[in-house]
T-cell receptor, first 113, second 115 residues
Framework: NAGVTQTPKFRVLKTGQSMTLLCAQD?????MYWYRQDPGMGLRLIHY???????AKGEVPDGYNVSRLKKQNFLLGLESAAPSQTSVYFC????????????FGPGTRLTVL | AQSVTQLGSHVSVSEGALVLLRCNYS??????LFWYVQYPNQGLQLLLK??????LVKGINGFEAEFKKSETSFHLTKPSAHMSDAAEYFC?????????????FGSGTRLQVQP
């Protein structure tokens, strides 16, 4: 049981380049989330999904797109990376119950030069 | 909307000393509250959560937290710090009523444990 996995672990991009971050979970969770973590700001919600084929915006969605074609996968895309997107990105999943635990992946550290 | 505030971005204690990490919440409805820990270069791991069953919640690694409605607080404590407790700690509140079932996090407190 791997839980939540993320690829890649590290990536360096130049301004304007594009990339996709992949998140996979093997717990059959309906809900999946992408957060970004910046120093002194905690984690902020970028996008989320309440089930296969659905996506919705979180608090800081600008510059990102997502897709949930399969229940177990949630992709985060950056079409034209900017230095302001330098951050650590975490994927999480959960059953969609308010009292339930969210399970987090190990994170992707992205640097945009 | 729910929110949490963590007082103190850095806390330093001696090994064996009491650990106290502060979290205050704002919510118009009874909140569900969580404490997560992040060890260096790792993801977040749940320490404990309050879901209205008991006001004193015990978690992993000897941590506990007490929900105090009158003080709108959910402070995290541990009687005796170990070197292995050095990490960043996040308080979070569940987004009730939004349908997102997401978490709103505080800014985090980095705990240092001195030998």
């Amino acid at each position: 049981n791997a839980g939540v996995t993320q690829t890649p672990k590290f990536r360096v991009l130049k301004t304007g380049q594009s990339m996709t971050l992949l998140c996979a979970q093997d717990m059959n969770h309906e809900y999946m989330y992408w957060y970004r973590q910046d120093p002194g700001m905690g984690l902020r919600l970028i996008h989320y999904s309440v089930g296969e084929g659905t996506t919705a915006k979180g608090e800081v969605p600008d510059g990102y797109n997502v897709s949930r074609l399969k229940k177990q996968n949630f992709l985060l895309g950056l079409e034209s990376a900017a230095p302001s997107q330098t951050s650590v990105y975490f994927c999480a999943s959960g059953r969609g119950v308010d009292t339930d635990t969210q399970y987090f992946g190990p994170g992707t550290r992205l640097t945009v030069l | 909307a729910q929110s949490v505030t963590q007082l103190g971005s850095h806390v330093s204690v001696s090994e064996g000393a009491l650990v106290l990490l502060r979290c205050n919440y704002s919510s118009s409805v009874p909140p569900y509250l969580f404490w997560y820990v992040q060890y260096p270069n790792q993801g977040l791991q749940l320490l404990l959560k309050y879901t209205s069953a008991a006001t004193l919640v015990k978690g992993i690694n000897g941590f506990e937290a007490e929900f105090k409605k009158s003080e709108t607080s959910f402070h995290l404590t541990k009687p005796s710090a170990h070197m292995s407790d050095a990490a960043e700690y996040f308080c979070a509140v569940s987004d009730l009523g939004t349908g997102r079932r997401a978490l709103t996090f505080g800014s985090g407190t980095r705990l240092q444990v001195q030998p």
